[in-house]
């Protein structure tokens, strides 16, 4: 049976009003996930004098398959804050928030004054590239740092590598520490959402991170995670560190909660020691 013209009209018209409904949904949505563009800080008055680019980056080290490791530094000032990311392979909303911090802070270079950030989007690319939490060697870079190493006891299903510092990827990271020395580093995970900081000195950070995102402070994240890195960094370093542990949810989602959060820990002053 032939269709009329009124017919054919009739669903053409619904066509261009379907396509047009779902772009309105679109982008009413779009608008409605838009990131709060954050107010850079009042205090600062004087635009930013660079005596070099804003950013620099550099491959700091390799992973067990040969993935550069990039670290991105923006800003010269003398105040250092580490903020990195995808230590978990299968944590995959962590790498975006350092992208998302990294492309606000180049828009956005006042919040640099006197500052300088390390941001290492991927500290695990072997990892990130099969969704897996350990490395390519079947180890978890969070157990593998010196100062609190131990094997696994009867029962104790954790992966902490041959010997401390034994993977690439953890004796990058600790390059890295011991060449920018940061006052305070931001460590990103996913899912247990809360703010998990190691040592007295790193409880203003984690304050600071947590009068922005609301998220729940803790000194015990339930279990005991020997070879962490933020043991490594209260018993050696001797640096402020919080793990952000994001909940399971969307990058986008977490970065619109947190990109305020980022920028406090980045603004924070933190006295050495
Ligand atoms: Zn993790």
């Known amino acids: 049976m032939k269709t009329s013209p009124t017919s054919r009209y009739l669903t053409a018209l619904f066509a261009v009003a379907a396509v047009a409904t779902s772009s309105l949904t679109f982008s009413l949505v779009r608008a409605q996930e838009a990131p709060p563009e954050p107010e850079a800080p009042r205090i600062l008055t004087e635009p930013l004098k660079l005596k070099a680019p804003l950013e620099s980056s550099e491959v700091f080290g390799r992973s067990v398959q040969g993935r550069p490791l990039w670290a991105h530094v923006l800003g010269q000032g003398p105040e250092v804050t580490l903020v990195f990311a995808a230590v978990h392979g299968n944590e995959w909303a962590t790498p975006y928030l350092v992208e998302q911090l990294r492309a606000h802070l180049k828009r956005h270079p006042e919040w640099l004054q006197g500052r300088r950030a390390v941001l ?9 590239n099969r969704r897996s939490r350990v490395n390519a060697r079947g180890v978890d870079i969070n157990r593998n740092y010196p100062g609190t190493w131990r ?26 520490t011991n060449k920018y020395r940061p006052h305070k580093i931001v460590s ?29 402070i803790t000194s015990n994240i339930g279990y005991p995670t020997p070879g962490g890195f933020g043991a490594y960094c209260n018993s050696i370093l001797k640096t402020a560190v919080v793990t952000l542990e994001l909940p399971w949810q969307s990058p986008q989602a977490a970065w619109n909660r947190n990109a305020r959060a980022l920028l406090a820990a980045i603004m924070l002053p933190q006295p050495r020691g």
């Open 188 to 216: 990103i995970h996913q899912p247990l959402h809360c703010l998990a900081y190691s040592g007295a000195r790193s409880r203003n950070l984690a304050r600071a991170i947590a009068r922005e995102n609301g998220y729940r």
């Open 151 to 176: 094997r696994p006891r009867r029962g104790e299903g954790f992966r902490p590598g041959a010997y401390p510092a034994s993977e690439p990827e953890t004796q990058a990271m600790i390059r890295l």
């Open 120 to 128: 290492v989007p991927v500290l695990n690319p072997d990892g990130l």
